[in-house]
């Protein structure tokens, strides 16, 4: 017999950036992706989220950075919290307090972190007590991205069939290599394309979508190895094509949308430009204008400077591998 | 027998540009192109060459723009010249001179203007009399889009099999509903990456080339029957998928580029802009960063103030279909 948490749960989950990317849904219900996916989870960015279910609330309460949300603006934490309650035999609303340290909806993967939170605050105060893989299984039907914040360093996402073979599993948690990520803050308004209507909108109409999807699996077995054998230079390489191939699906949807604004396009010659200089790095983009820099530690300091000469301090952040979840008792 | 021209011969041919595109060859040599393409040639961007063979001379001159090239650079006319006197048996240099009225290898497809016009003036002043079909085979030899610069109006470039099959035809060379392009030229610098280079790059690399060349053929058809029915809007909205697609293209390509700069995202939004205010247009690009908008003449002015109050004067260009070929005697 499950019993719930008397006192508030704390969770603290870190966004994660895809390297091989998720971009197309086979099942929108339960969020089970069209292929396989892999992150670095990232150090910087995290939401940490507080959930206590209450005998005496008549709704659930959300409230996002210090902000009460609406009826509509709660819909996905209380859809969320439906299915938690449904797995926990309870029928109490919670009170959920979130704080995001990430841009929101800017391409930052912000829905990552959150729903990886929420999971695991949501569960254990509802009095279950999920192991990592069911806790990535849970926190997919938040955020198909959020299944791979459940862990730290390199994780994938295994597509799977079902809801109980679609989950995250960790591929080398604490790297040893020297990795890093200049994240690039370029326009933190929302965006006007979610992920969600973007991805729809690449397998319902992009005449690559099958190619796609051929691509990235091939891309996925490539990072895998690049990972085992800490080769930098093909992680970046296959991180970035990977990256620039999502966005042709955006390019060739029906209609057409891009994600790049002109600060974009100018970060990414930029990238390419510290190459011809014999810096190693390379770009990657989501569902936004940020673009993520990946690199290796001991140049992180030099391509910031690089970027701040250009853009604002504040929109030029440096982080490395990040930890998996973490749960208050 | 054939007689050399005793006198200059002055070709002029309008540049166009591809409502369905031409990205990549069959053969190299022979330019054999991928797919069908299709374009409506433009009135006010063109090329002047005046062409003829002289027995003093000991190589061929080139004089572009007023300037006499270098042996490097004018090696691509000079082939063409090679295979001119071939196919006439004779063996002459000859003196050319060639004016551009259009902004040169910035994607306002100066070659399609250029080789339509060197064809043109090099075939009569060597003492060829070609029909219009045989002008476009020749054309081709110097610049697949050139093929369809010798018709007027909307032109189609049949891909056939080889050199005898591979040509274009007109398809409305007097179109009598109103159509226009604003054309934006956003950067006359050189582009980095020329067409040839860029398209070679995505028949070898990107996944989804053959994706692409089924998606080519379907908007060809569907192009085809728009012109017949003088349907604007299934001709907008199908040229600018065609675009955006072959611009995925180059997303998609091993190592990845873009011809897109900070200015056509802008003119792109723009032009998403004036379609929510209920002015119907479409763009295009190709490659390098301009932006060609395909409206309805109705239209184009309204269009050409709107984009003036972000870009210079000298920077809209308003056009409408042009003519085909003509040859002084």
Redesign the interface.
Known sequence: MMVIADHPITAKAHTNIALVKYWGKLDNQLIIPQNDSLSLTLDEFYTQTTVQFLPELSADEVIFDNERLSESASKRVRTFLDHVRQLAGINFHARVITKNFVPTAAGLASSASGFAALAGAASRAAGLNLNRRDLSRLARRGSGSATRSIFGGFAAWQQGQDDATSYAYPIDEQPTWDIAVVALVLNAKQKKISSRVGMRLAVETS??Y???I??SQADFETVKTAIQNEDFELLGHTS??NA??M???T??S???F?Y????S??A?NMVKELRLQGISCYFTMDAGPNVKIICQGADAERIRCYFQSSFGQDQVLVTRSGTGISISN
Chains 1, 2 share one sequence.
Request: glycine share 0%; charged share 20%.
């Open positions: 005449p690559f099958s190619a796609w051929k691509a970035e094509q620039m191939r966005h042709a699906l390019l060739s029906d209609p057409n891009t790049f604004n002109a600060d396009i100018q990414m």
